[in-house]
């Protein structure tokens, strides 16, 4: 079973707006790590957040924690129409991916 | 970033025969490899996971007879899938971790697409 999910499960936004999609996990973590996948690409990691920490930032991304409710959100500043990509959020116990959030940037 | 280079990065193959998909580090000590399946617009789905000189360890419902995974140095591991058919037609991909990774940041490859006729 996937032990992260994310929503929404797609976003069209429009260039320069943020983007924000969120991460649901079951079971307690050490961390927690977000990646990105362009179409038929391998993924790359982007950022990892530890248990805790409840707030990280990485250039145009800021990630938040909350291991209480057992959730993660990923921000998007200022976004790109390169940033258009499938997102995954990923934990570390199993290294199990939600079905992750498509996320299109119109230009 | 480390690299990770999976080879090949797409194979068309007959029904019935095996193919054999390579995941190498090219500058880290992998000691833990990863092997995923993904179908389109789905998520990853782990298969296995293979540590340098040991047996993989399979997920459930992974049948290790047809996913022959191999990790016998600690820049290679080799994924077969034997008699393959087209119900296993899909994009594989391999992740690695070791020394380096020392917070677990996985590698990634960047896939093999496989299509069995």
């Known amino acids: 079973s996937q032990q992260g999910e994310e929503d929404p499960q797609a976003l069209s936004i429009q260039e320069g707006e943020n983007a924000t999609m969120n991460c649901s996990y079951k079971?307690?973590?050490?961390?927690l790590q977000w990646y990105r996948q362009n179409s038929g690409r391998g993924l790359v990691h982007l950022i990892l957040i530890r248990s805790n920490e409840r707030e990280k930032h990485s250039g145009r991304l800021r990630v938040t924690l909350d291991t209480s409710k057992k959730s993660s959100s990923l921000l998007i500043t200022a976004s790109r129409a390169a940033d258009t990509a499938s997102y995954f959020c990923?934990?570390?116990?199993?290294?199990?991916f939600g079905a992750g959030t498509i996320l299109r940037v119109k230009s | 970033g480390a690299v990770v280079s999976q080879h090949p990065s797409w194979v068309i193959c007959k029904s019935g025969t095996s193919v054999k998909i390579e995941c190498r580090s090219l500058?880290?000590?992998?000691?833990?490899m990863f092997w995923y399946r993904q179908f389109p617009k789905q998520s990853l789905m782990l298969m296995a996971t293979s540590n340098e000189g040991s047996k993989a360890t399979y997920e459930q419902g992974v049948e290790k007879d047809k996913f022959l995974i191999n990790h016998a140095s600690l820049t290679l591991s080799t994924l077969t899938v034997t008699s393959a058919h087209p119900e296993d037609s899909s994009f594989y991909i391999c992740s690695a971790t070791g020394i380096r990774a020392l917070t677990g940041e996985l590698f990634f490859g960047e896939g093999s697409r496989l299509t069995v006729l």
């Open positions: 079971t307690s973590i050490n961390n």
């Open positions: 500058d880290f000590q992998a000691t833990t």
């Open positions: 990923a934990t570390d116990n199993k290294l199990v």
